[in-house]
Protein backbone atom coordinates (compact mmCIF):
# COMPACT_ATOMS: atom_id res chain seq x y z
CA UNK A 1 0.00 0.00 0.00
CA UNK A 2 2.64 2.44 0.83
CA UNK A 3 4.03 2.03 -2.80
CA UNK A 4 0.23 2.63 -4.26
CA UNK A 5 -0.22 5.84 -2.51
CA UNK A 6 3.63 6.65 -3.14
CA UNK A 7 2.79 6.09 -6.94
CA UNK A 8 -1.26 8.18 -6.91
CA UNK A 9 0.63 10.92 -5.13
CA UNK A 10 2.99 11.45 -7.90
CA UNK A 11 0.40 11.26 -10.19
CA UNK A 12 -2.08 13.28 -8.75
CA UNK A 13 0.39 16.10 -8.90
CA UNK A 14 -0.31 18.90 -11.10
CA UNK A 15 -4.22 19.12 -10.09
CA UNK A 16 -5.84 21.59 -7.80
CA UNK A 17 -6.24 20.26 -4.23
CA UNK A 18 -9.66 19.51 -2.29
CA UNK A 19 -11.35 23.11 -0.74
CA UNK A 20 -10.27 21.78 2.20
CA UNK A 21 -6.73 21.08 1.86
CA UNK A 22 -6.08 24.72 0.29
CA UNK A 23 -8.31 26.29 3.28
CA UNK A 24 -5.84 24.41 5.69
CA UNK A 25 -2.56 25.70 3.61
CA UNK A 26 -3.59 29.17 3.06
CA UNK A 27 -5.22 30.20 6.16
CA UNK A 28 -3.53 27.85 8.45
CA UNK A 29 -6.85 28.30 11.22
CA UNK A 30 -8.18 25.41 12.69
CA UNK A 31 -11.79 27.44 12.83
CA UNK A 32 -11.76 28.35 9.40
CA UNK A 33 -10.87 24.67 8.29
CA UNK A 34 -13.99 23.14 10.16
CA UNK A 35 -16.21 25.78 8.23
CA UNK A 36 -15.05 24.25 4.82
CA UNK A 37 -15.48 21.22 5.92
CA UNK A 38 -19.33 21.88 7.21
CA UNK A 39 -19.33 23.88 3.62
CA UNK A 40 -18.43 21.02 2.13
CA UNK A 41 -20.57 18.38 3.00
CA UNK A 42 -22.49 17.22 -0.28
CA UNK A 43 -21.14 20.26 -2.44
CA UNK A 44 -18.54 19.94 -5.39
CA UNK A 45 -15.00 21.37 -4.27
CA UNK A 46 -15.50 24.42 -7.30
CA UNK A 47 -18.51 25.51 -5.07
CA UNK A 48 -17.19 25.26 -1.85
CA UNK A 49 -14.25 27.09 -2.31
CA UNK A 50 -15.63 30.43 -3.47
CA UNK A 51 -18.56 30.21 -0.86
CA UNK A 52 -15.68 29.83 1.59
CA UNK A 53 -13.98 32.52 0.22
CA UNK A 54 -16.64 34.86 0.37
CA UNK A 55 -17.81 33.98 3.67
CA UNK A 56 -14.41 34.70 5.10
CA UNK A 57 -14.24 37.68 3.85
CA UNK A 58 -17.58 38.62 5.93
CA UNK A 59 -15.72 36.68 8.79
CA UNK A 60 -12.67 34.94 10.21
CA UNK A 61 -13.42 34.32 13.96
CA UNK A 62 -16.54 32.80 15.59
CA UNK A 63 -17.17 36.32 17.18
CA UNK A 64 -17.54 37.75 13.94
CA UNK A 65 -19.37 34.76 12.69
CA UNK A 66 -21.92 35.57 15.59
CA UNK A 67 -22.08 39.57 14.27
CA UNK A 68 -23.27 38.21 10.97
CA UNK A 69 -27.38 37.35 10.91
CA UNK A 70 -28.10 33.66 9.19
CA UNK A 71 -29.44 35.48 5.59
CA UNK A 72 -26.03 36.80 5.49
CA UNK A 73 -24.37 33.68 6.23
CA UNK A 74 -26.79 32.22 3.50
CA UNK A 75 -26.04 34.50 1.21
CA UNK A 76 -22.45 34.49 1.38
CA UNK A 77 -22.62 30.27 1.24
CA UNK A 78 -25.11 30.09 -1.42
CA UNK A 79 -25.01 27.67 -3.35
CA UNK A 80 -23.58 24.98 -1.60
CA UNK A 81 -26.15 22.31 -0.60
CA UNK A 82 -28.33 22.74 1.98
CA UNK A 83 -27.03 26.20 2.40
CA UNK A 84 -29.64 27.39 5.16
CA UNK A 85 -28.96 24.25 7.07
CA UNK A 86 -25.51 25.07 7.51
CA UNK A 87 -25.75 28.56 7.79
CA UNK A 88 -27.30 27.85 10.62
CA UNK A 89 -24.69 25.24 12.19
CA UNK A 90 -22.22 27.17 11.11
CA UNK A 91 -23.15 30.00 13.52
CA UNK A 92 -24.78 27.03 16.55
CA UNK A 93 -21.33 25.96 16.20
CA UNK A 94 -19.56 29.59 16.49
CA UNK A 95 -21.36 29.95 19.81
CA UNK A 96 -20.37 26.82 21.09
CA UNK A 97 -16.66 27.35 20.55
CA UNK A 98 -16.86 30.90 21.78
CA UNK A 99 -18.98 29.76 24.85
CA UNK A 100 -17.68 26.54 25.84
CA UNK A 101 -14.10 26.06 24.41
CA UNK A 102 -12.89 30.19 24.60
CA UNK A 103 -13.11 30.69 21.41
CA UNK A 104 -10.78 27.85 20.34
CA UNK A 105 -12.06 25.27 17.82
CA UNK A 106 -11.06 21.45 20.27
CA UNK A 107 -8.15 19.89 18.97
CA UNK A 108 -9.02 16.02 19.91
CA UNK A 109 -11.52 13.63 18.47
CA UNK A 110 -13.91 13.92 21.24
CA UNK A 111 -13.98 17.53 21.51
CA UNK A 112 -15.18 17.95 17.83
CA UNK A 113 -17.66 15.25 17.92
CA UNK A 114 -19.49 16.94 20.69
CA UNK A 115 -20.32 19.94 18.63
CA UNK A 116 -23.41 18.93 16.77
CA UNK A 117 -23.47 18.78 13.32
CA UNK A 118 -19.70 17.03 13.04
CA UNK A 119 -19.12 13.71 12.63
CA UNK A 120 -16.28 11.33 12.49
CA UNK A 121 -15.24 12.22 8.79
CA UNK A 122 -15.03 16.15 9.64
CA UNK A 123 -14.06 16.08 12.60
CA UNK A 124 -10.87 13.86 11.27
CA UNK A 125 -10.52 16.18 8.49
CA UNK A 126 -10.23 19.29 10.94
CA UNK A 127 -7.16 17.29 13.30
CA UNK A 128 -5.32 16.41 9.95
CA UNK A 129 -6.27 20.28 8.07
CA UNK A 130 -6.66 22.21 10.81
CA UNK A 131 -3.83 20.96 13.44
CA UNK A 132 -1.49 18.96 11.42
CA UNK A 133 -2.38 15.94 13.94
CA UNK A 134 -1.80 12.02 12.56
CA UNK A 135 -5.48 10.74 11.85
CA UNK A 136 -7.32 9.65 8.92
CA UNK A 137 -10.59 10.97 7.28
CA UNK A 138 -12.08 7.92 5.09
CA UNK A 139 -15.00 9.89 3.17
CA UNK A 140 -16.67 8.14 -0.05
CA UNK A 141 -13.67 8.36 -1.91
CA UNK A 142 -10.95 6.81 0.98
CA UNK A 143 -13.52 4.09 1.56
CA UNK A 144 -14.30 3.30 -2.50
CA UNK A 145 -10.78 2.92 -3.28
CA UNK A 146 -9.19 1.01 -0.84
CA UNK A 147 -11.99 -1.36 -0.76
CA UNK A 148 -11.28 -1.99 -4.38
CA UNK A 149 -7.99 -2.41 -3.91
CA UNK A 150 -8.33 -5.07 -1.99
CA UNK A 151 -6.58 -2.97 1.07
CA UNK A 152 -9.24 -3.33 3.07
CA UNK A 153 -12.50 -5.04 3.55
CA UNK A 154 -14.86 -3.28 5.08
CA UNK A 155 -18.63 -2.53 4.63
CA UNK A 156 -18.38 1.11 6.15
CA UNK A 157 -15.99 4.54 6.21
CA UNK A 158 -16.19 3.56 10.08
CA UNK A 159 -14.99 0.17 9.22
CA UNK A 160 -11.92 1.33 7.10
CA UNK A 161 -10.80 3.69 9.22
CA UNK A 162 -10.63 1.20 11.97
CA UNK A 163 -8.69 -1.10 9.69
CA UNK A 164 -6.48 1.46 8.17
CA UNK A 165 -5.97 2.72 12.02
CA UNK A 166 -4.61 -0.81 12.23
CA UNK A 167 -2.05 -1.12 9.16
CA UNK A 168 -1.40 1.94 7.32
CA UNK A 169 1.80 3.64 8.47
CA UNK A 170 1.17 6.56 10.29
CA UNK A 171 3.49 8.42 7.68
CA UNK A 172 0.78 8.24 5.39
CA UNK A 173 -2.44 9.30 7.44
CA UNK A 174 -2.66 12.55 6.09
CA UNK A 175 -2.12 12.12 2.93
CA UNK A 176 -4.22 9.28 2.28
CA UNK A 177 -7.37 11.47 2.02
CA UNK A 178 -6.40 14.13 -0.18
CA UNK A 179 -4.34 11.62 -2.33
CA UNK A 180 -7.41 9.80 -2.69
CA UNK A 181 -9.82 12.10 -3.14
CA UNK A 182 -8.23 13.58 -6.29
CA UNK A 183 -8.09 9.89 -7.38
CA UNK A 184 -12.08 9.27 -6.85
CA UNK A 185 -13.10 12.50 -8.29
CA UNK A 186 -10.59 12.24 -11.52
CA UNK A 187 -9.93 8.40 -11.96
CA UNK A 188 -10.95 5.57 -9.94
CA UNK A 189 -14.68 7.13 -10.07
CA UNK A 190 -17.35 5.54 -8.39
CA UNK A 191 -19.30 4.15 -12.05
CA UNK A 192 -16.64 2.76 -14.40
CA UNK A 193 -13.20 3.74 -12.97
CA UNK A 194 -10.58 4.34 -15.73
CA UNK A 195 -8.27 1.35 -15.11
CA UNK A 196 -6.55 1.52 -18.39
CA UNK A 197 -4.79 4.60 -17.29
CA UNK A 198 -4.22 3.54 -13.13
CA UNK A 199 -0.80 3.54 -12.53
CA UNK A 200 -1.52 0.73 -9.73
CA UNK A 201 -3.99 -1.03 -12.26
CA UNK A 202 -1.18 -4.56 -12.28
CA UNK A 203 -1.31 -4.29 -8.30
CA UNK A 204 -5.05 -3.24 -7.87
CA UNK A 205 -7.47 -6.30 -7.15
CA UNK A 206 -10.72 -4.22 -8.70
CA UNK A 207 -12.91 -5.47 -5.85
CA UNK A 208 -16.59 -4.98 -6.94
CA UNK A 209 -15.44 -3.37 -9.99
CA UNK A 210 -18.05 -4.42 -12.78
CA UNK A 211 -17.15 -2.70 -15.39
CA UNK A 212 -14.46 -0.26 -16.15
CA UNK A 213 -12.46 2.05 -19.12
S1 LIG B 1 -7.05 0.01 -11.19
FE1 LIG B 1 -9.11 0.81 -11.44
S2 LIG B 1 -10.19 0.21 -9.57
FE2 LIG B 1 -8.00 -0.01 -9.15
S3 LIG B 1 -7.39 1.95 -8.23
FE3 LIG B 1 -6.99 2.12 -10.43
S4 LIG B 1 -8.85 3.04 -11.28
FE4 LIG B 1 -9.37 2.24 -9.23
Known amino acids: MV ?10 RGLSAPSVTLVGKRWRDPYLVLVSCLLSLRTKDTTTLPAAERLFGLADTPEGMLKLS ?7 VYPVGFYR ?11 VILNQYGGRVPDTLEGLLSLKGVGQKTANLVLVEGFGKPAICVDTHVHRITNRLG ?27 WVLVLWGQNICRPVS ?7 VSGVCRKVGVTAHR
Open 3 to 12: KILARLQRAV
Open 70 to 76: IPQVERA
Open 85 to 95: TKARRIRDISR
Open 151 to 177: YVRARTPDETERVLRGKLPQVFWKDIN
Open 193 to 199: PKCSVCP
